[in-house]
Nanobody, 120 residues
Framework: QVQLVESGGGLVQPGGSLRLSCAVS????????MGWYRQAPGKQRELVAR???????KLADPVKGRFTISRDNPKNTVYLQMTSLKPEDTAVYYC??????????????WGQGTQVTVSS
């Protein structure tokens, strides 16, 4: 069974930084695309950043120049480095994995979410 486990959320002041991590655990899987989404209260879940298995990245316009997505393939881990954080970045951040397993084929997997709060 494949699981995505996030860590690194918390409370930070405006202008501060946080790094989120998402580790994929399980057996017999292949990773295609990993991404981070966020959902603020009363809003729809939105894409923040994603990275392919070849390292190509895409960032949402609101976070360009402030956030960076990266991955450590041997560790099956993806990171979201967030800098110059703003109150509008406050949300629950979810890790997403476009993965292939022998049991389920290719499908999306989600982490449990980690809260990021930007406030003074």
């Amino acid at each position: 069974q494949v699981q995505l486990v996030e860590s690194g959320g918390g409370l930070v002041q405006p202008g501060g930084s946080l790094r989120l991590s998402c580790a994929v655990s399980g057996s017999a899987f292949s990773i295609y695309v990993m991404g981070w989404y966020r959902q603020a209260p009363g809003k729809q879940r939105e894409l923040v950043a994603r990275i392919t298995n070849s390292g190509s990245t895409k960032l949402a316009d609101p976070v360009k120049g402030r956030f960076t997505i990266s991955r450590d393939n041997p560790k099956n881990t993806v990171y979201l480095q967030m800098t110059s954080l703003k109150p509008e970045d406050t949300a629950v951040y979810y890790c997403n994995g476009d993965l292939y397993t022998i049991v389920s084929g290719r499908r999306d997997y989600w982490g449990q979410g980690t809260q990021v709060t930007v406030s003074s």
